[in-house]
Structures are given as C-alpha cells and as structure tokens.
C-alpha cells in the first residue's frame, strides 16, 4: 500500500489538496456518514470520517437513543454530531467549547445539518463557575485550533459539570484540565449514573483516574493516553 508520508505518498494526497478548506462535504464513512462537514474544520480525517475511527466506534456502541450526554471539548463537533444522531429526538446533548474559533464552527455543522437537540455551552469546564483564561494555538494545524486554560490569554466563561444534568456519558477531551473538571463533578460522579470516556494530558495521567477511582468507578485504560470510567 502507498504510504502517504513517502515521497509518492502526493499522489494520494493531491486530490485532496484540490478541494477549499472552506467547502462543506458529507462525511464519507464512520458514524457520521452523510452528515455535512467543513473541509478546513479539522483534519482530513473529519470529513473522511475515520478520526480517532476505535475510539468513535466505542463511545457510539455505548450511547442509545434518548440519552443525555456531554461532549466536554467539543472542538468543531465531529464527536457532537455523532452523539446526536445516536442519542436521538428525544435526547440531549450539551457541547462544552471554550475556543471561539472552535464554537464558530461547531455551530455551523449544527446549522448545516439541521440539528435541534444539542445546546453549545461556550465555556471551559473546571471546578468552579466564573471566569479564567484560555490560551489559544492560532496556528491551526492539521487538528484545528487548540487551546487550555492559563495564567494568562482570552478571558472565558467558566462552569461546573455539577450545575447541569447528570448525564449518561461525558466524553471529555480538554487539553489538561481533566483534573479540574472532575473536581467540579463531585456531585455528578457520587449519583455512579455517567459512564465517562476521558483522554488524558499533561498532569492528569495520575490525579483524574484517582478522582474517578474515589467515587466507586472502575477504570479500564483503552489506549495509551485514554481510559473508560465505569460506575461500580
């Protein structure tokens, strides 16, 4: 197979090249097949619809319609949109984002695709409701813009999983504040109702699994920087 990292590798890549960053084209495969995305929202994965393809698979098996579920770090809303159309008319989906940039463009695969049953909260999660600052990435990458709370940056909205619905399942993806969203989940994780997929960055690779073990979860790592926490 032609591998596209080697010097022939263009050949593969040139058709996409071709295509603006800012066409919308349906997501060709995956969990999301069909659903109109943003060429330039993301990598190319996106709208191919083989991003993060086992950990997708995983977290879509284990969401059933009329769930309410949180997507902490939603990013331009790939995972948003899957969890919508898993969990239905009749459920819900709360999308946490704290970059503006990334908000922008979650809201416009909302609007393209017709989508009602998802609410954007435009916040970074941590333990307390308030403000703090975000550091964006400008660059955006081959992953989008990045970003994580800091010392100093854009001020941004904060808020607590705990004054919202407890959930069925939190995927949560946030850049190493982990720790700090668990924290402000106290109440949530005692009610041993979410099942959480959480990838892990920075200094949380031993605190969060420790918060999750402390309110009765199971934990069951899944990759080398992502776990499963199950309530007991």
Same mark, same amino acid.
């Given at each position: 197979?032609?591998?596209?990292?080697q010097?022939?590798?263009?050949?593969?890549?040139?058709?996409?090249?071709l295509?603006?960053?800012?066409?919308?084209?349906?997501?060709l495969?995956?969990?999301?097949?069909? /659903?109109? =995305?943003?060429?330039?929202?993301g990598?190319?994965?996106? =709208?191919?619809?083989?991003?993060?393809s086992?950990?997708?698979k995983?977290?879509?098996?284990?969401?059933?319609?009329?769930?309410?579920v949180?997507?902490?770090?939603a990013?331009?809303?790939?995972?948003?949109?899957?969890?919508?159309?898993?969990?239905?008319?009749?459920?819900?989906?709360f999308?946490?984002?704290?970059?503006?940039?990334?908000?922008?463009?979650?809201?416009?695969?909302?609007?393209?695709?017709?989508?009602?049953?998802?609410?954007?909260?435009?916040?970074?999660?941590?333990?307390?409701?308030?403000?703090?600052?975000?550091? #964006?990435?400008?660059?955006?990458g081959?992953?989008?813009?990045?970003?994580?709370?800091?010392?100093?940056? #854009?001020?941004?909205?904060?808020?607590?999983?705990?004054?919202?619905?407890?959930?069925?399942?939190?995927?949560?993806?946030?850049?190493g504040?982990?720790t /700090?969203?668990?924290t402000?989940?106290?109440?949530?994780?005692?009610?041993?109702?979410?099942?959480?997929?959480?990838?892990?960055?920075?200094g949380?690779?031993?605190?969060?699994?420790?918060?999750?073990?402390?309110?009765?979860?199971?934990?069951?790592?899944?990759?080398?920087?992502?776990?499963?926490?199950?309530?007991?």
């Amino acid at each position: 197979m032609l591998d596209p990292h080697q010097p022939l590798g263009w050949l593969i890549r040139l058709p996409f090249k071709l295509i603006s960053p800012s066409s919308v084209m349906p997501v060709l495969t995956g969990p999301n097949r069909g /659903l109109r =995305w943003v060429v330039g929202a993301g990598n190319q994965s996106c =709208w191919l619809g083989t991003y993060e393809s086992d950990h997708a698979k995983a977290i879509a098996a284990r969401v059933k319609p009329g769930m309410t579920v949180f997507d902490v770090g939603a990013h331009a809303g790939y995972y948003t949109l899957m969890l919508s159309r898993r969990v239905g008319p009749k459920g819900r989906v709360f999308a946490f984002e704290a970059n503006l940039a990334n908000t922008a463009k979650l809201r416009k695969h909302l609007e393209l695709n017709d989508i009602k049953n998802v609410e954007v909260i435009e916040a970074a999660v941590t333990d307390r409701a308030g403000e703090t600052f975000f550091r #964006t990435n400008d660059d955006a990458g081959k992953y989008g813009y990045m970003g994580k709370i800091s010392e100093s940056g #854009t001020p941004v909205r904060t808020v607590r999983l705990d004054d919202f619905p407890t959930p069925d399942l939190i995927k949560m993806d946030i850049e190493g504040a982990e720790t /700090l969203a668990l924290t402000g989940a106290a109440r949530l994780l005692s009610d041993h109702k979410s099942m959480i997929f959480l990838a892990l960055h920075d200094g949380a690779f031993e605190q969060a699994p420790a918060i999750l073990k402390q309110h009765g979860y199971r934990i069951e790592p899944v990759g080398e920087r992502e776990l499963w926490g199950t309530p007991s």
